[in-house]
T-cell receptor
Framework: DAKTTQPPSMDCAEGRAANLPCNHS???????VYWYRQIHSQGPQYIIH???NNETNEMASLIITEDRKSSTLILPHATLRDTAVYYC???????????????FGSGTQLTVLP | EPEVTQTPSHQVTQMGQEVILRCVPI?????FYWYRQILGQKVEFLVS????????KSEIFDDQFSVERPDGSNFTLKIRSTKLEDSAMYFC?????????????FGAGTRLSVL
């Protein structure tokens, strides 16, 4: 799985959009970009994932550059409850019988300020 | 919304004792995982389980660790003789096999404190 690089920390004002960048310059064609977050010491929470098209769900939007070497997670209207560590993870697809694990880095500590 | 359930939320044990951490994965999921997170450190993969056998394991998952799916719903992690350095949060996760690669859903974790 390709390595990812994220800034260690970011701040965002409550109500504003939080844009979290991730670099994955060695990503290969069949690898997806996943985003998870972890609030305090709770279990990691799935946010969104994508292959090459931009994706949006009720939690966030994922923008992947055309060359797929970087991506941005967008929380459109950040709240105090979005304060968490955000992880960008690249992983290949599951093939039959292959239960690929997630490899967590240090992530980005997002602090939403009132 | 279906969720992964872990029990207990906090387990305190004496060094050298055996502990069993329990997980109920999401019901139609086929792949199961254990991860751990030592306080202040990264989430680390321990083991994955599919079709009633270990699929992959990390270097951390030595002979002191074992996993089992004793029935159709539970997935357990046993540590035979706990050490101080086993103190950590342990997370169970599960996923179904989908063409999109499978989203892993995590439980809330069990905090293991070895005294």
């Amino acid at each position: 799985d390709a390595k990812t690089t994220q800034p260690p920390s970011m701040d965002c004002a409550e109500g504003r959009a939080a844009n979290l960048p991730c670099n994955h310059s060695t990503i290969s064609g069949n690898e997806y970009v996943y985003w998870y977050r972890q609030i305090h010491s709770q279990g990691p929470q799935y946010i969104i994932h994508g292959l090459k098209n931009n994706e949006t769900n009720e939690m966030a939007s994922l923008i992947i550059t055309e060359d797929r070497k970087s991506s941005t997670l967008i929380l459109p209207h950040a709240t105090l409850r979005d304060t968490a560590v955000y992880y960008c993870i690249v992983r290949g697809t599951i093939s039959s019988g292959s239960a690929r694990q997630l490899t967590f880095g240090s992530g980005t500590q997002l602090t939403v300020l009132p | 919304e279906p969720e992964v359930t872990q029990t207990p939320s906090h387990q305190v044990t004496q060094m050298g004792q055996e502990v069993i951490l329990r997980c109920v994965p999401i019901s139609n999921h086929l792949y199961f995982y254990w991860y751990r997170q030592i306080l202040g450190q990264k989430v680390e993969f321990l083991v994955s389980f599919y079709n009633n056998e270990i699929s992959e394991k990390s270097e951390i998952f030595d002979d002191q660790f074992s996993v089992e799916r004793p029935d159709g719903s539970n997935f357990t992690l046993k540590i035979r003789s706990t050490k101080l350095e086993d103190s950590a949060m342990y997370f169970c996760a599960s996923t179904s096999q989908t063409p999109l690669g499978g989203i892993q859903y995590f439980g809330a974790g069990t905090r293991l404190s070895v005294l």
